[in-house]
T-cell receptor, first 109, second 117 residues
């Protein structure tokens, strides 16, 4: 089967850096994606890693280690608007995009 | 560019009634997905279409859920009869190709929130 684990909640202050980890177990692997979802809103795509290493997009970076079945999302210079749920999602051999249970990030002033 | 359109945004029904949700994907997107998101959980894939063919429906409760994608564009998801545990947000998403291979990017609609009483 396929499973993804993420912390359920993370709290940080404005201007800080926060890292959200994701470990996965899949039969086959194409890549790891990250999505942001504000309360009541649609999930929006943040990043995608198909190969090992760090991908940077503005304040957000995402890392993947295929050998460790592990990735993380790094958010820098946190802003209040970053308060949301963050989901990692894996595409495995079945070609389905499987989402984790999500990490609720609370940014405090 | 217009996004993924879904309707209705909200629906309240009694258990054992039926309900249908509609989705219009982004123009030119070959792949369409229906996800179920229960409060506090991640989206769960119900069915994936490639053009108008079903790629995966292994997690679709086929005794009560059905979905179709006519002419490879719009799609409808139907629940009949509804159960209390079907209360959730039903998200439609689309991608250019199967599974968003190049970028892993799916474009989601705002969702249809179903409450079953």
């Amino acid at each position: 089967g396929q499973s993804l684990e993420q912390p359920s909640e993370v709290t940080a202050v404005e201007g800080a850096i926060v890292q959200i980890n994701c470990t996965y177990q899949t039969s086959g692997f194409y890549g790891l994606s990250w999505y942001q979802q504000h309360d009541g809103g649609a999930p929006t795509f943040l990043s995608y890693n198909a190969l090992d290493g760090l991908e940077e997009t503005g304040r957000f970076s995402s890392f993947l280690s295929r050998s460790d079945s592990y990735g993380y999302l790094l958010l820098q210079e946190l802003q209040m608007k970053d308060s949301a749920s963050y989901f990692c999602a894996v595409r495995g051999a079945t070609n389905k995009l499987i989402f984790g249970t999500g990490t609720l990030l609370a940014v405090q002033p | 560019e217009a996004g993924v359109a879904q309707s209705p945004r909200y629906k309240i029904i009694e258990k054992r009634q039926s309900v249908a949700f509609w989705c219009n994907p982004i123009s030119g997107h070959a792949t369409l997905y229906w996800y179920q998101q229960i409060l506090g959980q991640g989206p769960k894939l119900l069915i994936q279409f490639q053009n108008n063919g079903v790629v995966d429906d292994s997690q679709l409760p086929k005794d009560r859920f059905s979905a179709e994608r006519l002419k490879g564009v719009d799609s409808t998801l139907k629940i009949q009869p509804a159960k209390l545990e079907d209360s959730a947000v039903y998200l439609c998403a689309s991608s250019l190709e199967g599974g968003g291979y190049d970028t892993g990017e799916l474009f989601f609609g705002e969702g249809s929130r179903l409450t079953v009483l």
